[in-house]
Nanobody, 122 residues
C-alpha cells in the first residue's frame, strides 16, 4: 500500500508565502515524476508544477517566478514553495506521483494525495 500525505496548507494574506510538503510512504520501488495540482471552487483541476526524478521542472504560466518545486529523493518527498501568493491561488492543492511497486509489477501508477487547502485573503 502506497500513500501520499500532504501538509503545509493554511490561510495566508496576499503577498505571503507557504510551503507545501508531500511525503510518499509504503512499499515503494521507484518514483518518477512528482507534481502539484490545484482545484479552485467551480474550476477544473490544473497542473501547478511538476518535477522529474532527474530534477527537470515545469510550471503553469500563472505561477512561474513565484512558485518553486523541489524534491528530496532520499525522503520520497516533494515540496512546493509558494511566494507572492495571490487570492486567485486559493484552491485545494493535490500532490500526484508516479510510483512503481512490486505489486504494480514495477509499472508506474498514478497516486494522489488527499489534498490540502490553501486560502489567500486579499
Amino acid at each position: 500500500q502506497v500513500q501520499l500525505v500532504e501538509s503545509g496548507g493554511g490561510l495566508v494574506q496576499a503577498g505571503g508565502s507557504l510551503r507545501l510538503s508531500c511525503a510518499a510512504s509504503g512499499s515503494i520501488f521507484s518514483i518518477n515524476t512528482m507534481g502539484w495540482y490545484r482545484q479552485a471552487p467551480g474550476k477544473q483541476r490544473e497542473l501547478v508544477a511538476a518535477i522529474t526524478s532527474g530534477g527537470s521542472t515545469n510550471y503553469a504560466d500563472s505561477v512561474k517566478g513565484r512558485f518553486t518545486i523541489s524534491r528530496d529523493n532520499a525522503k520520497n518527498t516533494v515540496y512546493l514553495q509558494m511566494n507572492s501568493l495571490k487570492p486567485e491561488d486559493t484552491a485545494v492543492y493535490y500532490c500526484k506521483s508516479d510510483i512503481a511497486t512490486m505489486t504494480s509489477g514495477y509499472r508506474y501508477l498514478e497516486v494522489w494525495g488527499q489534498g490540502t487547502l490553501v486560502t489567500v485573503s486579499s
